[in-house]
């Protein structure tokens, strides 16, 4: 075994560890997901389960007795923080293992005559700790510009274990009122494409009602419409979605679409069909579209049944508009930013809580973005997973470049690697 000599704990510089220490185990178990579409890759999930309880003994040494109690209070208000790092490095080793503490005990004191006439303490520290331990971060991209929507293949990571993705999107186009309006992002599984989740509403094979309309704003400059004159009754647009392309799994359902004439207030709505019927409307799925276009979320969606999803709309006035639908993987997990009312210049993803944005008038600091963020955060497997993002401009532009940053800390069942101990 390698040997442990000194440790960081929070603030706390150069603690000596005694001999035969206990750092604890990771506990895992292996669970049964609750997807009946999933495919072999993601029936069978590992979940952490049990915490980490670390326990040693640490040597505090000081020249007169004010000063160890001194150490002592130190270490004792150390140990008190509701949340603290623990750094550990074994003898000549090239990496650092960090445990995040969520909550410790108090220290005990062991008394020895010859210890306390040295000035020395003996201190037996028992820890509570998430129970991954972390290593250094590492950057997987640095600025990148890249194009919406796109696949970014996330490569082999560091690690055993999925880790959260901490990235930033900042817009790659210039204009003061041209912000970030909304940012969609998901963890897929390799070997697809972008063409495999995002359909064009022109391509519907069954559009009853429904006509085309041209000089829409986007790549392929057509989009569907269903004029209040026609019908002001619930029509389907079926076929948009090329089920033996989508990968099978669970998704959720957005249409970018949008409503023209009236006063723009209850004029048109979307919805999506059953899942077991596309025949049939979902009563919970019903959104009333804006005058302006927009990603709409329709709801969760599962590929596997004979049916593809089916659109449906309503125009008691003018007309509803459907450009684009958008499959967006939810197995792995997915974020959605939106923000309407200002200009977004970059949104920071980060986990749980941690989210940011900034816009593109003053003041320009980082504000706290959970509010304006649908989802905790992404997790990263091993290798095997691409990372999804569409970025919409609050312009016309139907495929914006932006910047893409990202990184992420590994995590270890104890040592990161390379470990070259003594």
């Known amino acids: 075994m390698a040997e442990y000599l ?193 359909y064009e509403a022109e391509d519907a094979t069954e559009p009853g009602d429904w006509e085309l309309e041209e000089g829409a704003i986007n790549p392929r400059g057509d989009c569907m419409r269903l004029r209040s004159a026609v019908t002001t009754e619930w029509r389907m647009l079926y076929g948009i979605v090329d089920q033996a392309k989508l990968p099978t799994g669970r998704y959720r359902l957005f249409a970018r679409a949008k409503c023209s004439g009236g006063s723009g207030v209850d004029n048109c709505w979307i919805s999506q069909g059953r899942q077991e019927n596309r025949w049939a409307r979902d009563p919970r799925s019903r959104y009333l579209l804006q005058p302006r276009w927009e990603w709409v979320d329709l709801g969760p969606w599962m590929n596997g049944s004979d049916d593809g999803p089916s659109i449906w709309a309503r125009a008691r006035d003018g007309a509803a508009y459907v450009d684009t639908v958008l499959c967006l993987p939810s197995d792995l997990g997915w974020l959605r930013y939106d923000d309407y009312d200002e200009e977004t210049e970059y949104v920071r993803f980060g986990w749980m809580y941690d989210h940011e944005y900034a816009t593109t008038e003053a003041p320009t600091a980082a504000r706290p973005a959970a509010r304006r963020i649908r989802g905790h955060g992404l997790k990263l497997g091993l290798e095997g997973e691409n990372l999804f993002i569409l970025v919409e401009p609050n312009g016309s532009n139907p495929a914006p470049e932006f910047l893409l940053n990202g990184s992420y800390v590994p995590r270890w069942e104890m040592w990161p690697e390379p470990v070259t101990g003594s």
Request: hydrophobic fraction near 40%.
């Open 6 to 198: 000194q440790a960081k704990l929070g603030d706390l510089e150069d603690l000596v560890v005694m001999p035969l220490p206990d750092w604890g185990h990771v506990s895992r178990t292996a669970e049964e997901t609750d997807n009946p579409y999933a495919d072999v890759q993601t029936q069978v999930r590992l979940r952490t389960s049990a915490l980490r309880h670390p326990s040693f003994k640490v040597k505090l040494e000081a020249s007169t007795k004010d000063e160890l109690i001194s150490a002592e209070n130190e270490l004792r208000a150390e140990l008190a923080k509701p949340t603290n790092t623990l750094t550990i490095t074994p003898r000549g080793a090239t990496r650092p293992a960090v445990l995040r503490l969520l909550h410790n005990e108090t220290p005990i004191a062991e008394f020895d005559y010859a210890w306390d006439r040295a000035f020395v303490g003996i201190y037996t520290v028992e820890l509570v700790a998430e129970p991954w331990v972390y290593g250094e971060r590492d950057t997987l991209w640095t600025a990148s510009r890249l194009t919406s929507p796109v696949l970014v293949d996330v490569g082999t990571l560091d690690g055993q274990a999925p880790m959260p993705l901490d990235f930033t999107i900042t817009r790659g186009w210039g204009g003061e009122n041209v912000g970030i309006q909304m940012v969609l992002a998901a963890v897929t599984h390799s070997g697809a494409v972008t063409g495999d989740y995002l």
